[in-house]
Structures are given as C-alpha cells and as structure tokens.
C-alpha cells in the first residue's frame, strides 16, 4: 500500500515538471544564452575593415578632421606675391635751436673745429664737406691749425712761452679771440653713422602692401617686412668768438632713406608661414649708392648750417 502511494506520487512530480517544461517552450521559444557576439554584431562595411576605435563618435571624428594640415591630403597652400616700393622720403629732422642775437648774413669768417680729441687727419673728409659748404655761400674758413699759436706770458722775466696743450680747441680760439680773424666757430660735437640705424615697416594682405608703424608690423599676422639703412646724427655749437657767445646748438639726424638713386622694388613670394625674394630692383647693400647717399647727407647737414650763418638763399 505504501508502495503503491510513492509511486504515485512521482508520477505526479513527473506530470508536473512535464507541464512546466511545456509552458516554458510556449512562452520563450528558440532563447538561448551566447557566450560572445554574433558576426552580425560587428560594425559592417568600411568601419568593418579598420575595425571600432573605443570612445570614437561622430564629434570626435569631426573635430580631427577640422584639424588636419592641408599637406596631409596632399594639398598645396596658396602662395601670394607681394611687391614692396621703398621711396624716397624727406629723412633730415632739425632740432636746431638759434639765439635771437645771431645776426645771420653778417658774419665774414667762420672756423669748423673737429670734435673734442679728434685730430683733423682722422676728422679731414668730414671737415673738407662742412668747410665746402661754407665756401659755397661766400663765407671765409679759418683753419683751426691757428689755435696752435696760443702762448701765455709769465715765468721768469714774463718771458712768451707757448701752452695751452691742456685747453680744448675752442678754449684756444676763444683765447686768440680776433686774432683768429674768424667771427665764428663751427665746434662739432658729435658726427656719428649707425649702422641700420633707420627702419622702415611693411605689411601685406591679399597681395595688397602698406607702410605700417613698428607696432602695427609686430602685431601683425601674415606677411610682413621691414628694411633698414645707416643713419647720421649730428651735434653741435655756434660760437661767436668776441664775446664767446653761444648763438645756436645744432641737433640734426638723418638717414639715407632721403637719398636712394630711384625707388627700390623688391618682390617676394609667400606660402603662409615664410617668405621667399623673387626680385629686387637694385642691390639694396650695395656700396656704390650707399657712399653716394652718405656724402650728400653729410653735405646736406653742414649746408644747413652755412645756412644758418649766412641766411637762407
């Protein structure tokens, strides 16, 4: 009897499991657990081939493409000409200042003293060029070997004795006084040539140039150029020897920018980040212009100051 319960009894566990297997295939048929990705889970076409990149997205793909060099396609950047035209432009500043007392046009004779220290030998073509000017205008010139006649009367038997050695050229004339016969001394002060001492500044766009000032040409992005030349600036004094008076003080500079032979025109050629030179119309540091130029500065700058002494013509 107990016998025939038990086995009943698994029948019926049987019938029930068989039940639940039957409701489980209806309710979730063909689901089945994969152990990796499916072939259809995989990126296809190109993507496919070069395979995902973790974290890549279409913003990130964006981004890098907005950043590549135009070389890396095989791109060639657009180059520009520029043509750059340095002109001839008024370069002598003046900042001379004159006495009310100087009687221009009434002086007769006038002597140039080098700078301080500086034999004449060593001063000579500088000084040939400002006595030169003086000669133009009907002006004498007075030798400044005359200060070498300066004595001083004293010692034993207040016997002539010469001196002076220690005294400045000027402080010599002033001595003489008339017997210098000049009315006036030229005393330079300082005649001094830099080298690049001038620059002027250019900028391009859209193959178009303009002169800029040196902040404009530092802030400026793209083309750019800049070209410099020797610059001569000059300092002085006008002294009437009678009574020792200053009568003017010169202040002069200028640069052979006011000097060039004819418009320099250079060409260059520009790829966005360097400039090539195409051409240019004469050798800008050629010597035979830029001695030229220096001596009608130089000419320039003691004409004015005849000028001065002798009135303006």
């Known amino acids: 009897m107990s016998t025939g319960r038990h086995v009943a009894s698994l029948s019926a566990i049987l019938v029930s499991a068989a039940l639940i297997v039957g409701w489980v295939a209806l309710y979730y048929p063909g689901e089945k657990v994969r152990a990796k990705p499916e072939p259809s889970d995989t990126p296809t076409g190109k993507e496919d081939a070069i395979g995902s990149i973790p974290g890549d997205t279409a913003a990130s793909r964006d981004v890098a493409k907005d950043n590549r060099s135009p070389f890396s396609s095989g791109e060639t950047p657009r180059t520009e000409r520029y043509q750059v035209q340095v002109s001839a432009i008024p370069s002598l500043d003046d900042q001379t200042v004159v006495s009310p007392t100087l009687k221009a046009g009434q002086y007769k004779q006038v002597m140039v003293l080098p700078p301080s220290g500086t034999a004449r030998g060593v001063f000579e073509k500088t000084l040939v060029s400002a006595e030169g000017e003086l000669l133009k205008r009907n002006l004498g010139v007075t030798s400044p070997a005359v200060t070498s006649r300066v004595v001083f009367e004293g010692g034993e038997n207040n016997a002539v004795?010469?001196?002076?050695?220690?005294?400045?050229p000027l402080d010599r004339a002033l001595l003489l006084g008339k017997q210098t016969n000049a009315d006036l001394v030229v005393q330079i002060g300082a005649f001094e040539w830099v080298t690049e001492g001038a620059t002027r500044y250019f900028v391009g766009e859209n193959e178009?140039?303009?002169?800029?000032?040196?902040?404009?040409?530092?802030?400026?992005v793209g083309f750019k150029y800049s070209i410099s030349t020797h610059q001569l600036r000059f300092s002085g004094?006008?002294?009437?020897?009678?009574?020792?008076?200053?009568?003017a003080t010169f202040n002069m500079t200028?640069?052979?920018?006011?000097?060039?032979?004819?418009?320099?025109?250079?060409?260059?050629?520009?790829?966005g980040s360097q400039s090539t030179l195409v051409s240019e119309d004469f050798r800008w540091n050629d010597a035979e212009w830029i001695q030229v130029a220096m001596r009608r500065l130089s000419d320039d700058i003691f004409s004015r100051v005849a000028?001065?002494?002798?009135?303006?013509k």
Do not use: C
Not at 161 to 168: I, K, T
Not at 237 to 247: C, D, K, N, P, S
């Open 208 to 220: 178009q140039v303009r002169e800029v000032t040196r902040q404009q040409h530092e802030d400026h």
């Open 161 to 168: 004795q010469p001196g002076g050695s220690e005294l400045s």
């Open 237 to 247: 004094r006008l002294v009437e020897i009678e009574q020792g008076a200053t009568m």
């Open 307 to 312: 000028e001065y002494i002798a009135g303006k």
């Open 254 to 271: 200028g640069s052979l920018f006011g000097y060039l032979p004819r418009d320099y025109v250079t060409i260059y050629q520009w790829n």
